[in-house]
């Protein structure tokens, strides 16, 4: 199917200006200069000496940086030139769920009756805040099939520790003392990271080759010391643990509990909940499958849910409806504590509620089944030239290999992504996950059109072509974008993490 | 597109997965409304927040601060460009939010007074725990003093995570709101974390747990309200090994306690056990500068149960937000900022003196906020303030859950109230009659 629409999402007419460097902050400064404008207070003024005791007083002012508006507005706007984004193009990064974030969700948030709340205001005069975290909960629940959430933790990995936190205080409540959890060699790094500072010690088991948990491998590895294991379902190649039931049950045969990593819970939304499926406790990344947009890295939200048997441990303080319809703060009753300064990362849980109001349970259904047409459409269309690791149906994101253009012609997977920037597309994630070779991950999205799938297929085919007919050229890769291939070894070796360690010249 | 595929049906493409555990009937979620009903229902969640700045005089503080943003701030900080981006991980079309970054570790490290920021973490609660990681990483040790002036939920945060670590937790009372820390066995510590001012509003003597930490071969860990660098000495003047701080006060609202921003800076030998993402200058091909996120080998997707962290997403937009607002600020407003939070405060403090019924928590030196007694709850006389359109600060008692070493009698009564450069003389005049109507 070809279609002869121009495509809305790729990004290659965008003007990233000029190939000079931006000054920094600090090399704009002229002594002097200023921006900023405080209100008038009337307030007496006291000496310095009178407010603080000299023993405090710094030596010298902070240097900041000195300028005016005018220049702060050109310097931030021009680094935003530099800067690829979703709003600019197709964002088609594996596992990073970069789909576009509906405007209307942001607004929504930047309501002052939601952001100039202070954390600490008294719960009667919160109640908007209160019914909108409730709220929240009750849907991520439904979503998910458990039976209560923390709204806590502030991004996926924050809510893996949580969760290992709660596995943790329930087997010891159980007088269990575990010692390990079972995780598949595809997982995501945070996961194994996440094991170690929950107090316990990871095995690693192989996955088979159909990119799958090895149900015998998995037996052999259980034990009435293991606490659980972490499992992504769909799995990072972006495949469906189809024997997770069998799995489920062997986990919880020997006692341990089995913990949902939600980095892709938007290719099963309203197709298959974790808590059917036998999880006891799920985070899902609200910046993912919620579309709230990740601000270049964060903010994010990982909020955890968990059965019936967990919800004692939960964080607290957590929002509660009470008798009378009002809302309150509760902590259960053998809560593991708080995991966040305050009440986690409000305005994004904001957002995401937002989003999931608009779509209903129809539309979030209708999101899963169009990220995963979307993923294997460009798995089929790019059968050809980009083979995938595993030659079937998979979910929301397809892993595809370029081990052949490698062998052909000594191209890597990452020249290849290089030179999809060239074509104005994000480039897919590279080398993950760890058990494909030259892994090249893309996960259109829903929010990708037909057409814009079609541009991203022909530019990987003249990708291809180029591999064929000037393969240096595509190890020169980017061209076209603010900066070319950047020397990374030479920023470990020589580590210059500010401007005071760049010792700048001055001429 | 499924013709394309050989498939008749959508429900085809999830043929693969058991029907046993398929959901029959769909989500059990009300059918999608449109934006302007989904607005509606927000209005109401707004409308029943009668504590919102918009409403009340905010006097609240304790970690959460009422600072000025202004258009020029909210408005580049919320360009899409940042807003819709990933994580950094193709720098050649990630420049924007790389250099941004560089600018921004930068100004923490200046701010910190230490050699090394990271590109930020969570809050500054999640950021003390990192600390400690750091500390017992470096040493090899597990036992933490930890000053009770330390803020509450940062104190049972680090709580909740030792469960996971084993690090164990030596809260040090405070005697007349300063640390006592002659009151705590120090051998064997990893770490002497210590707050400056301290979630009391004192500013203590720091010198006393520099020579604790030195003492013990330990790590000194300030947490340090990054405002109060305008004026008061840095992390590293006082020695510090490790400074944490909560960077809400640069740039973000007060958003009901979140996204806030970790704030994390360290001494250069601890930069292979820094948690989270570093940017580092280098060159592209065609030698022109450029920015990378560097040292990466100590990262989870690489390093995976070796990692220093398992921090991955973190807050950039808030630190690019805190490089803008400190941009807009720039040298003489960051001082002019501090400078009138600590003349508005100690004004506030002054009239308090007339009021009957209300004591000063301590008489020592305070920066940005203090404690003080009434006659009644705390919460009882907020409440009653609340009704005259003041949020006049934050019970205690509250913030620890009850009792807690910090304040060791008389809790229940104690009111922490903050003034920031955007309240005006007349709104503090206001903030003395209310609080004399409430305590009556």
Redesign the interface.
């Known amino acids: 199917?070809r279609s002869t629409a121009m495509p809305g999402g790729r990004a290659a007419s965008a003007p990233?200006l000029g190939?000079?460097?931006?000054p920094?902050?600090?090399e704009m400064s002229v002594p002097g200069?200023?921006?900023?404008?405080?209100?008038?207070?009337?307030?007496?003024?006291?000496s310095?000496e009178?407010?603080?005791?000299a023993?405090?007083?710094?030596?010298v002012?902070?240097?900041?940086?000195?300028?005016s508006?005018r220049d702060?507005?050109g310097?931030?706007?021009r680094?935003?030139?530099?800067?690829?984004?979703?709003?600019?193009g197709a964002?088609p990064?594996g596992s990073?769920t970069?789909k576009y974030?509906p405007k209307?969700c942001?607004a929504?948030a930047a309501?002052?009756?939601?952001?100039?709340?202070?954390?600490?205001?008294?719960e009667?005069?919160?109640?908007?805040?209160l019914?909108?975290l409730v709220t929240l909960e009750q849907?991520l629940c439904?979503?998910t099939g458990m039976s209560a959430a923390t709204l806590q933790p502030?991004?996926?990995?924050?809510g893996?520790?949580t969760g290992?936190?709660l596995m943790?205080?329930f087997h010891e409540a159980n007088g269990d003392a575990r010692r390990r959890v079972i995780i598949p060699d595809s997982a995501?790094?945070?996961n194994?990271?996440?094991?170690?500072?929950?107090?316990y010690e990871?095995t690693t088991i192989k996955s088979n080759d159909r990119g799958l948990v090895d149900l015998d491998e998995l037996k052999a590895a259980l034990g009435p010391d293991v606490a659980g294991i972490m499992l992504t379902n769909p799995n990072t190649v972006g495949l469906?643990e189809?024997q997770?039931?069998e799995i489920a049950a062997a986990v919880h045969d020997v006692g341990g509990l089995l913990y949902y990593d939600g980095a892709n819970l938007n290719a099963?939304?309203?197709?298959?909940?974790p808590g059917?499926?036998g999880f006891d406790i799920v985070h899902m990344?609200l910046?993912k499958t919620f579309a709230t947009?990740?601000?270049?890295?964060?903010?994010?939200a990982g909020p955890v849910a968990v059965s019936a048997r967990l919800a004692q441990f939960l964080?607290g303080p957590m929002a509660a409806r009470r008798d009378d319809g009002g809302f309150e703060w509760r902590?259960p009753e053998r809560s593991?504590?708080?995991?966040?300064?305050?009440?986690?990362?409000?305005?994004?849980l904001?957002r995401a509620l937002?989003y999931?109001?608009?779509?209903?349970?129809?539309?979030?259904?209708r999101v899963a089944?169009r990220a995963?047409?979307?993923a294997?459409?460009l798995r089929?269309?790019l059968r050809a030239t980009l083979p995938a690791a595993y030659d079937?149906?998979c979910m929301h994101e397809c892993v595809l290999s370029a081990t052949q253009l490698k062998a052909k012609f000594a191209v890597r997977g990452l020249d290849i992504?290089?030179a999809l920037?060239e074509e104005g597309f994000?480039?897919p994630?590279v080398y993950?996950p760890l058990i494909v070779d030259e892994a090249l991950m893309f996960e259109p999205t829903e929010t990708e059109s037909?057409q814009t799938l079609e541009a991203l297929a022909q530019a990987i085919e003249r990708i291809a072509a180029r591999a064929a007919s000037d393969p240096d050229s595509l190890k020169?890769a980017?061209q076209s974008?603010?900066?070319?291939?950047?020397?990374?070894a030479?920023?470990?070796r020589q580590?210059?993490?500010?401007?005071?360690?760049?010792h700048r010249s001055l001429d | 597109m499924l013709g394309f595929l050989g498939l008749d049906s959508l429900s085809h493409l999830f043929d693969h997965i058991p029907q046993a555990v398929r959901l029959a009937q769909g989500l059990d979620l009300a059918p999608g409304m449109s934006e302007p009903d989904v607005a509606e229902v927000f209005e109401g969640f707004t409308k029943a927040n009668r504590g919102q700045s918009s409403l009340m005089t905010c006097f609240a503080g304790a970690g959460a601060y009422d600072h000025e943003v202004p258009a020029v701030v909210k408005m580049l900080g919320s360009r899409s460009e940042f807003v819709t981006a990933y994580t950094p991980y193709q720098p050649e079309v990630a420049q924007g939010v790389l250099q941004a970054l560089f600018e921004y570790q930068t100004l923490v490290s200046r701010l910190s007074g230490l050699e090394i920021a990271n590109a930020s973490l969570y809050d500054g609660a999640t950021a003390l725990v990192e600390a400690l990681n750091m500390a017992s990483g470096a040493n090899g040790r597990s036992k933490m003093l930890i000053s009770a002036g330390v803020h509450p939920h940062w104190r049972e945060v680090v709580r909740t995570f030792a469960r996971g670590t084993g690090h164990e937790i030596v809260e040090v009372a405070l005697r007349d709101g300063i640390t006592d820390w002659s009151s705590v066995d120090a051998s064997g510590a990893s770490a002497i974390v210590a707050a400056y001012p301290n979630y009391l509003g004192i500013i203590e003597d720091m010198s006393l747990a520099k020579k604790l930490a030195v003492s013990n071969d330990a790590l000194f860990i300030l947490g340090a309200d990054p405002i109060a660098a305008g004026l008061l000495k840095t992390a590293g003047a006082w020695g510090a090994d490790v400074f944490v701080g909560e960077g809400q006060p640069f740039g973000t609202a007060l958003s009901f306690g979140g996204p806030y921003l970790g704030l994390f800076a360290c001494t250069a030998d601890q930069v292979r056990r820094l948690p989270g993402r570093i940017v580092g200058e280098t060159v592209d091909s065609n030698n022109r500068r450029s920015f990378v996120t560097t040292l990466r080998a100590r990262e989870q997707d690489i390093r995976r149960e070796k990692a220093t962290s398992n921090v991955c997403t973190n807050q950039t937009l808030m630190a690019v937000t805190a490089a803008i607002q400190l941009g807009w600020l720039g040298t003489k407003g960051l001082r002019e900022v501090a400078l009138r939070c600590a003349q508005g405060t100690r004004y506030l403090f002054d009239e308090l003196g007339d009021v009957d019924g209300v004591s000063p928590l301590s008489n020592e030196p305070f920066f940005r906020e203090f404690a003080f007694r009434t006659n009644r709850p705390a919460t009882q006389v907020l409440e009653r303030m609340a009704n005259d359109a003041v949020l006049g600060g934050v019970s205690v008692s509250q913030l620890t859950g009850g009792s807690d070493v910090s304040v060791p009698d008389g809790i229940d009564n104690v009111i922490l109230v903050s003034v920031t450069e955007r309240r005006a003389r007349a709104q503090i005049d206001n903030y003395v009659d209310v609080l004399r109507k409430a305590v009556r």
């Open positions: 199917m990233l190939h000079e460097m931006e920094t902050l600090f200069r200023s921006a900023y404008q405080l209100r008038t207070t009337g307030v007496p003024e006291r310095l009178e407010l603080v005791p023993l405090h007083l710094g030596d002012d902070i240097a900041i940086a000195e300028v508006e702060l507005v310097h931030f706007t680094l935003s030139h530099r800067q690829f984004s979703v709003d600019l964002y990064l990073c970069m974030n209307f942001d929504v309501d002052i009756g939601l952001n100039g709340v202070h954390p600490a205001t008294p009667a005069l919160c109640q908007g805040w019914e909108l849907k439904a979503i502030a991004a996926g990995a924050a893996e520790l290992l936190l943790r205080a995501h790094g945070t194994p990271a996440s094991v170690t500072l929950g107090g990871v469906f189809e997770i039931t099963i939304l309203g197709v298959v909940r059917d499926m990344n910046h947009p990740h601000g270049g890295g964060g903010p994010g964080p902590t593991i504590g708080r995991v966040h300064g305050w009440h986690g990362n409000a305005m994004v904001a937002a999931i109001e608009v779509h209903g349970g129809d539309g979030l259904t089944e995963v047409l979307n294997n459409w089929e269309r079937r149906v992504a290089k920037l994000h480039s994630t993950f037909l020169r980017p974008t603010p900066v070319s291939r950047v020397d990374e030479r920023a470990a580590l210059i993490a500010t401007e005071d360690a760049a």
